[in-house]
């Protein structure tokens, strides 16, 4: 079974960077599917952020290009991401997730990330 | 393409049929899945392509519509079904309804 987990700081002080882990297990990342990141803000808005696919390739969300990175560790079967120049407004609860055809088929448990001073 | 989901707060009694609703902005072509979220969990996948159901949910969920308005259904609500539900749309990007939250009468 294909499980993911997210893993990183809970806080963050604004215009730092925000950095975060996602471990998978039971799949190998350079098998197949799509390894997206998606966040939650207070309030239940989920938004839709990047994803890196099975050859390296990224694809950003372009409300976010600028600012976010993905990459990965084949290595160690994780991806990662980083978010530039934080503010308060993106403070969120943040998932990983697997994306098959168009549906985001496994998730993560979440990592709650809040950006204060 | 945004979406929009109502009711944002359904409250039902064990055993009703109960019907969420979610509207995109323009013609998603039934690309749409849905999702359970309850509680401190990750949101887990009920249905997609707004019809089909993904291994191992229960056969009281269901989906319907196209076009622009699609359906979750629960034939007999059990309580282990009180969590919020999302509708995402694939059509173009990927975007997300607002949440219905359904708690038990």
């Known amino acids: 079974e294909v499980q993911l987990q997210e893993s990183g700081p809970g806080l963050v002080k604004p215009s730092q960077s925000l950095s975060l882990t996602c471990s998978v297990t039971?799949?190998?990342?350079?098998?197949?599917?799509?390894w997206n990141w998606i966040r939650k803000f207070p309030g239940n808005k989920l938004e839709w952020m990047g994803y890196?696919?099975?050859?390296?390739?990224?694809n950003y969300n372009p409300s976010l290009k600028s600012r976010i990175s993905i990459t990965r560790d084949t290595s160690k079967n994780q991806f990662f991401l980083q978010v530039n120049s934080v503010t308060t407004e993106d403070t969120a609860t943040y998932y990983c997730?697997?994306?098959?055809?168009?549906?985001?088929?496994?998730w993560g448990q979440g990592t709650l990330v809040t950006v204060s001073s | 393409i945004q979406m929009t989901q109502s009711p944002s707060l359904l409250s039902a009694s064990v055993g009703d049929r109960v019907t969420l609703s979610c509207k995109a902005g323009q013609n998603i072509n039934n690309y749409l899945a849905w999702y359970q979220q309850k509680l401190g969990e990750a949101p887990k996948l009920l249905i997609y392509n707004a019809n089909s159901l993904q291994t191992g949910i229960p056969s009281r969920f269901s989906g319907s519509g196209s076009g622009t308005d699609y359906t979750l259904t629960i034939s007999s609500l059990q309580p282990e079904d009180v969590a919020t539900y999302f509708c995402q749309q694939y059509n173009s990007w990927w975007t997300f309804g607002g949440g219905t939250k359904l708690e038990l009468k």
């Open positions: 890196i696919n099975s050859a390296g390739s990224t």
């Open positions: 997730a697997s994306l098959t055809g168009g549906w985001f088929a496994y």
């Open positions: 039971g799949y190998s990342i350079t098998s197949s599917y799509r």
